[in-house]
């Protein structure tokens, strides 16, 4: 079963591995596996980020004005 988790605890975590491995004082494996988390993290946030994007869009079509410069368009 996944877990689902919110961009901001996604980010959160994200930056917590981000901070322990740019301290340098973890053991060559445990490296290993924060990075893997922070990989799994990383993907996880652009997806939640880029559905969000999606919405934006969905909502803009219906007739809103939303700027391009909001949806990093420009």
Do not use: P, W
């Not at 689902?4 to 996604?10: G, L, P, Q």
């Not at 994007?53 to 990093?72: A, C, P, Q, T």
Request: hydrophobic residues 35%; positive net charge.
């Amino acid at each position: 079963m996944t877990e689902v988790i919110t961009f901001s605890k996604a980010l959160k975590k994200l930056k917590d591995v981000v901070e322990k491995l740019n301290k340098g004082d973890l053991e060559l494996e445990e490296s290993l596996r924060l990075y893997e988390e922070g990989a799994k993290l990383h993907k996880e946030c652009l997806k939640k980020l880029n559905q969000t994007k999606l919405k934006f869009k969905e909502i803009d079509k219906k007739g809103n004005v939303i700027s391009d410069h909001l949806l990093g368009d420009s």
